[in-house]
């Protein structure tokens, strides 16, 4: 069966430091998306891509986020100065069409910033 | 704003017991409501859903209905298996916006043998 992949699963970083994370979705799909659930926290929406672009955002989503899709399979989520705040366990998902019922997801990357 | 409260964990059980994991919803509108599924070291998973008032979802023997009335979407099993230890996640759909979603913490179940 076809699945999201992510990578690292776990990476620890200082403050301070950029982080990339990376996410190879499931090939045919065209929607991306990036959440994230802070340890004991709610998992929540950061941001959704579609043809290129970012087509929504959260609040968390700031200037120190950005996701690219370099290369036409990954797609990947990079943090310019990571804080202490940004220690959570990121999930990457895609879907072919739009709709919560038909997004698939990776099994997520642990970030912690020391 | 839209948001889920689910019942805290970790919910332990011996297996062949049944299962209730409870969750309400706050919604402005019309959400439609799921539940998803992460196994160890997997990602989460869509496990079921309900698209409106008084639908039922379920899938692998799970069963959940949407009660508009008390805003809720219980999960419920008759008899759960030592495979069913996972974390479990009560979410909806934001507005008309179905591929924003609104997560619960999440209620880790373990099954003893």
């Known amino acids: 069966e076809p699945e999201v992949t992510q990578t690292p699963s776990h990476q620890v970083t200082q403050m301070g430091q950029e982080v990339i994370l990376h996410c190879v979705p499931i090939?045919?799909?065209?929607?991306f998306y990036w959440y994230r659930q802070i340890l004991g926290q709610k998992v929540e929406f950061l941001v959704s891509f579609y043809n290129n672009e970012i087509s929504e955002k959260s609040e968390i989503f700031d200037d120190q986020f950005s996701v690219e899709r370099p290369d036409g399979s990954n797609f990947t989520l990079k943090i310019r100065s990571t804080k202490l705040e940004d220690s959570a366990m990121y999930f990457c998902a895609s879907s072919a069409v739009s709709g919560a019922n038909v997004l698939t997801f990776g099994a997520g990357s642990r970030l912690t910033v020391l | 704003g839209d948001s889920v409260t689910q019942m805290e964990g970790p919910v332990t059980l011996s297996e062949e017991a049944f299962l209730t994991i409870n969750c309400t919803y706050t919604a402005t509108g019309y959400p439609s409501l799921f539940w998803y599924v992460q196994y160890p070291g997997e990602g989460l998973q869509l496990l079921l859903k309900a698209t409106k008032a008084d639908d039922k979802g379920s899938n692998k023997g799970f069963e959940a209905t949407y009660r508009k009335e008390t805003t809720s979407f219980h999960l419920e099993k008759g008899s759960v298996q030592v495979s069913d230890s996972a974390v479990y996640f009560c979410a909806l759909s934001e507005g008309n916006r179905d591929d924003k979603i609104i997560f619960g913490k999440g209620t880790r179940l373990h099954i003893l043998p």
């Open positions: 090939s045919n799909h065209l929607y």
